[in-house]
């Protein structure tokens, strides 16, 4: 590689990630004033009744079968030997691969709006199963298109090129909003959403394809296949996709059985609990996925002992994990002493006291294996991801069993609670010792540096309590008040007692920039 691709590599990786941070703040502004018009405006049960809809038709989304780190891992082989008839096979065969599945998550997606008592039972009023089935059939659509774009975004994640992909991101996750604002004003429903989403979809994906061709000279050859690929592609990511399975089960399970035992409105409180836990899991995600095709190179060209492989791994890991406990610490503790107020105050309003206890029930356990996120890369680097795959079989076998039980006695917090048992028990404890004993992972070196770095949380959290107890937060002015001391004695906190110096010059670096530049 030369010099001027690989420093090239490098600021692509260092401005995905900035993307990636300023997409999470811009998404998380836009849930904090978008979300609370929405739950007004379609009202507790068509709000319920739409996230239902779409936690069905995302189970659709196990059919990527985790073809897409299945590209990634290919085009690092056929690159380093600089074969690019290979790497354009490569690219026929996920493109057909792709669109083949596309067709039949549509035509899963007729099967299901056709069948709408499977998922809801019978209760639906007439008019909301009329809602329903359009809703299905319109998301469908949108899922079918993403399976071949996923052709073209694994090629663009394969070159390293985040730029384009994160603002991309940026547009069909943050932008759909501000579009859909005046309309739900205007009168207009969750169908008028799910058009919008689907319209910005579509534009996104013209982009995404003319940039594989024009910027990149990309080609892809409908011929020549070798059936040793696609065997060897499939055995390497039969397991990723078991693992997309369990993943939808565990995280829409929930919203289903509530749909089908306790009705509508009961999902539309999960789901505001929920939709704060997945802004806060998108901190991690932004973190890590930035690392993947630089896990993947790791270990392909690695010429090395295990014991160096193991201490550069780690290494990585460590880096990665702290940084990601620094900002998971702020916004869990945050939810934890601002939480409540938020949610009944200021965002959903009255009647979702419980969506606060359902987002601490799934925050906390989730936060282990948010910190250790580039764990799951390193798996897929060393088709190592096999045992995942039964852990989390089990991990979805005890959170079904409890939900369904717990969710019919105590509604949302219960199928949280459910999640949470779950969680602990798969992430906190077996996913680690399998990381330490075949991984290559040090973690008792990983969970040394994370419990060092607690002793910063302690001056915030007796700071949380104190400002919970003398300070009344009657008035936005107070809150948002509340929320900057605490901020700042976090920040001051974890600068002195948690941050390395390398973690304090990420801060500091760019600011002197500024500074120099002013």
């Known amino acids: 590689m030369s010099a001027k691709k690989h420093f090239s590599n490098i600021d692509q990786l260092k401005a995905g990630a900035f993307l990636s941070f300023f997409q999470m703040a811009l998404g998380s502004l836009v849930v904090l004033f978008y979300t609370p018009v929405m739950i007004r405006e379609l009202g507790k049960s068509e709000y319920g009744l739409y996230n239902t809809v779409a936690s069905t038709v995302s189970m659709l989304s196990i059919l990527n079968l985790g073809l897409s780190s299945g590209y990634i891992r290919f085009y690092t ?47 639906l009023t007439a008019d909301e199963y009329s809602k329903a089935h359009i809703l299905m059939l319109l ?63 579509i534009f996104t994906d013209i982009i995404y394809i003319f940039y594989v061709f024009y910027f990149l000279r990309q080609k892809f050859y409908f011929r020549g296949f070798k059936s040793a690929v696609f065997k060897s592609l499939f055995s390497y990511t039969i397991f990723i996709a078991i693992n997309l399975i369990i993943d939808q089960i565990n995280w829409n399970v929930d919203k289903l059985l509530l749909g089908r035992f306790r009705g509508t409105a009961e999902v539309a409180i999960y789901s505001a609990g929920f939709t704060l836990y997945s ?86 356990p989730a936060s282990i294996a948010l910190i ?10 060393q088709n190592l991801h096999h045992f995942r795959s039964y852990v989390y079989s089990g991990m979805a076998l005890v959170n079904l069993i409890l939900s369904v039980f717990l969710c019919r006695r105590y509604g949302p917090v219960g199928s949280a609670f459910g999640t949470a048992v779950s969680l602990i028990l798969a992430n906190g404890l077996v996913m680690n010792i399998y990381y330490h004993k075949k991984c290559n992972l040090d973690i008792v070196m990983f969970w040394k540096n994370i419990l060092l770095m607690t002793k910063g949380l302690i001056i915030p959290v007796i700071s949380g309590i104190l400002i919970n107890k003398f300070f009344k937060m009657t008035h936005i002015t107070t809150f948002l008040c509340g929320i900057l001391i605490y901020t700042l004695c976090y920040c001051i906190s974890v600068w002195f007692l948690s941050m390395n110096k390398e973690e304090k010059n990420l801060v500091t670096k760019p600011l002197k920039r500024i500074v120099r530049r002013i």
Request: net charge positive; glycine share 6%; charged share 10%.
């Open 77 to 123: 082989r056929y690159n380093q030997k600089k074969d690019y008839d290979s790497i354009y096979r490569l690219n026929g065969i996920f493109l057909l691969i792709f669109t083949a599945i596309g067709c039949i998550a549509f035509l899963c997606g007729i099967f299901l709006s056709n069948n709408l008592k499977l998922v809801f039972s019978n209760g």
């Open 372 to 381: 250790q996120n580039l764990g799951i890369e390193i798996q897929r680097a």
């Open 139 to 201: 998301m469908s659509v949108n899922l079918a298109l993403t399976f071949p774009m996923s052709a073209f975004t694994s090629i663009i994640s394969a070159h390293e090129k985040y730029i384009i992909l994160k603002l991309l991101e940026m547009i069909n996750n943050v932008f759909g909003p501000f579009i859909t604002f005046p309309l739900l004003l205007m009168g207009y429903d969750s169908i008028a959403m799910v058009l919008v989403s689907l319209s910005i979809a």
């Open 279 to 364: 802004y806060y899991q998108l901190v991690s995600v932004a973190i890590s996925s930035v690392f993947t095709p630089r896990i993947h190179r790791i270990v392909s060209s690695a010429t090395e002992d295990s014991a160096s492989i193991k201490t550069h791994l780690t290494s990585l890991f460590i880096k990665v994990g702290r940084i990601q406990f620094l900002i998971l610490g702020l916004a869990s503790t945050g939810i934890l002493f601002f939480g409540k107020i938020f949610i009944i105050k200021y965002w959903a309003g009255n009647g979702y006291d419980s969506a606060y206890y359902v987002t601490l029930l799934l925050i906390f």
